[in-house]
Structures are given as C-alpha cells and as structure tokens.
T-cell receptor, first 118, second 115 residues
C-alpha cells in the first residue's frame, strides 16, 4: 500500500517570500507523483506531475517540485509567492504497475493550506 | 478544456432519505470516473472507481449497497447515498479521466449534510 505525508497542515508566508511545501511518500513499488491545488470553492486542479525523466518539474505559474527517490520526497517550492497562491495544496501518488502502465487510483496526502499575507 | 461539473454543489437532507449526486465531464468523454470523500481537515479518500458500462470497483471498507454508483454514459456518473445518516455528512468529490491511466480532472465537490 502507498501513503503520502504532508508534514505541514498550514504554512503562512508573506507575499514575495519563498515557500516550500513538504511531501514524503511510502510505496513498495514505483509511483508517479503529483501536486494538486484547490482554490476556495473550486475543484482540485493539477499543478504539476513527475512521470519520468528530469527529476525537477515546473508549473506554468512558477512552482517547481523535485523528485528525490532516495529520500522518497517530492517537495513543492516557489521562490516568490503571490496573494493569489493562497490555496490548499495536495500531494498525491499513483502506482506504476508492470509494463510501465499506471493504475488510475490516486493516494493523497492530508493537504497543506498555504496562506499568503500582504 | 477538461471541465468536470457536479450537481448539486450542496444538499441538506433528512436522515433515512436517499441523495443522488451527479458528476459530468463537460468537454471530453470519460471512460473512468472516480468518487472521493473528504472529511474536514483530512485528505481525499477514494471510495470507488467506475468504468463506463461496467460495475464500479469499491475500495475496502466502502459499502457498495449504501453508496450506489452508476456510470451509464461517457459523460455522466452518479453517486446515490441510500438511507443517509448524519455520519454520511461529508464533502463528496468526483474526478473523470479519458482512461484509467490518464490525468484525472476533478469536479468542485458536493457538500452533503444529513440532519
């Protein structure tokens, strides 16, 4: 079975400060890794994902995450946050089964609420 | 593109009644839809996976007779909470994917309150 741990339930920061949202996972098999964002009163949106290749992945709005296999981590970072980044962020994994295919079930972490203050 | 809607966005019902929640993929055909439940300050927990035209696959501990899932078309899945009780009050979220291996797109969720 897989599990995902987001160590920080809430992260308050000031605008233009850097931020890191931590995510660690546990799995006996290889996984794909995802970060989702949920803005108030909206559904989850895919922010970025790691499937293969470069361990550093980026989103279109300045977030990046680095897959660290030895530490089983996939921390999310942004060098300078905006008020509009205030949201809840979920880390998730998806199992890779034999042959490189992936079963669709997502296992989520508990979520981290990022609050950006002016 | 890739918009998923849910209806209703919130519902209040009396204990013992049944409630149906709809999940629609508005601009793509979804062979696979997923139903999640989210408790306050907790993560999303997968309840079941449904493939169009076949029976849903329920996660361990989820009562299939209580949470009826129907995926009769490539754009619509429904979750019916039968004989609802206060402990069924929760936030129910669906997601849809073109296939089980593709990216899931999430609906905005439905807040169910059972009195």
């Amino acid at each position: 079975a897989q599990s995902v741990t987001q160590l920080d339930s809430q992260v308050p920061v000031f605008e233009e400060a850097p931020v890191e949202l931590r995510c660690n996972y546990s799995s006996s098999v290889s996984v794909y890794l995802f970060w989702y964002v949920q803005y108030p009163n909206q559904g989850l949106q895919l922010l970025l994902k790691y499937l293969s290749g470069s361990t550093l992945v980026e989103s279109i709005n300045g977030f990046e995450a680095e897959f660290n296999k030895s530490q089983t981590s996939f921390h999310l970072r942004k060098p300078s946050v905006h008020i509009s980044d205030t949201a809840e962020y979920f880390c998730a994994v998806r199992v890779i089964v034999a042959g490189g295919t992936s079963y669709g079930k997502l296992t989520f972490g508990q979520g981290t609420i990022l609050t950006v203050h002016p | 593109g890739a918009v998923v809607s849910q209806h209703p966005s919130w519902v209040i019902c009396k204990s013992g009644t049944s409630v149906k929640i709809e999940c629609r993929s508005l601009d793509f055909q979804a062979t696979t839809m997923f139903w999640y439940r989210q408790f306050p300050k907790q993560s999303l927990m997968l309840m079941a996976t449904s493939n169009e035209g076949s029976k849903a696959t329920y996660e361990q501990g989820v009562e299939k007779d209580k949470f009826l899932i129907n995926h009769a078309s490539l754009t619509l899945s429904t979750l019916t909470v039968t004989s609802a009780h206060p402990e069924d009050s929760s936030f129910y979220i669906c997601s849809a994917a073109k296939t089980s291996r593709d990216t899931q797109y999430f609906g905005p969720g439905t807040r169910l309150t059972v009195l």
